[in-house]
T-cell receptor, first 113, second 116 residues
């Protein structure tokens, strides 16, 4: 079965600094991978997705992620953090049948002014 | 375009009671998925409904059941509530399942259930 592992349950960065949130996947077949963001008291919003096209995926709000098969990774980055980026971030992989997503345990991002 | 709406937003129940949570899917979507998000955890898949039929189920007991209506709205029912059922229940809609896994899930803001 597919799964994702998010390293680091809490990440703190200074405003303007690089954001790096880590995600490694476990899948027996080429996966479809997603990053979602959850703001306090809200549902999840899609940031970006990898569906076997370009390995560097650009998403909303300046985020991007690179699919690296050799490292089984799909890390999320943003060159310059903004206060509004403070939220919970979830990496997810879809099942082989495509009817369910497996989410990681999440990484809470704090942006320090 | 109307997004995914869920009701109620918050509710408190006691052990052994039953609860029904409701979800209206985004306009044009024919698939609804339900997820349970315990505090500090990622969402866990409960089940998916596609054109009124269950289309996959996660590792949840039978006391978790669901329905999808002809207008594609959905209900999640939980019987014999346990303390561990306290969580945020998220509904997500999509088109045609999840288009083989490539499609986006559009989430509602969730229903927060507390079981005392």
């Amino acid at each position: 079965a597919q799964s994702v592992t998010q390293l680091g349950s809490h990440v703190s960065v200074s405003e303007g600094a690089l954001v790096l949130l880590r995600c490694n996947y476990s899948s027996s077949v080429p996966p479809y991978l997603f990053w979602y963001v959850q703001y306090p008291n809200q549902g999840l919003q899609l940031l970006l997705k990898y569906t076997s096209a370009a390995t560097l995926v650009k998403g909303i709000n300046g985020f991007e992620a690179e699919f690296k098969k050799s490292e089984t990774s799909f890390h999320l980055t943003k060159p310059s953090a903004h206060m509004r980026d403070a939220a919970e971030y979830f990496c997810a992989v879809s099942s082989n049948t495509g009817n369910q997503f497996y989410f990681g345990t999440g990484t809470s991002l704090t942006v320090i002014p | 375009e109307t997004g995914v709406t869920q009701s109620p937003t918050h509710l408190i129940k006691t052990r052994g009671q039953q609860v029904t949570l409701r979800c209206s899917s985004q306009s044009g979507h024919n698939t609804v998925s339900w997820y349970q998000q315990a505090l500090g955890q990622g969402p866990q898949f409960i089940f998916q409904y596609y054109r009124e039929e269950e289309n996959g189920r996660g590792n949840f007991p039978p006391r978790f059941s669901g329905l999808q209506f002809p207008n594609y709205s959905s209900e999640l029912n939980v019987n014999a509530l346990e303390l561990d059922d306290s969580a945020l229940y998220l509904c997500a809609s999509s088109l045609d399942g999840t288009s083989g896994g490539t499609g986006e899930l559009f989430f509602g803001e969730g229903s927060r259930l507390t079981v005392l």
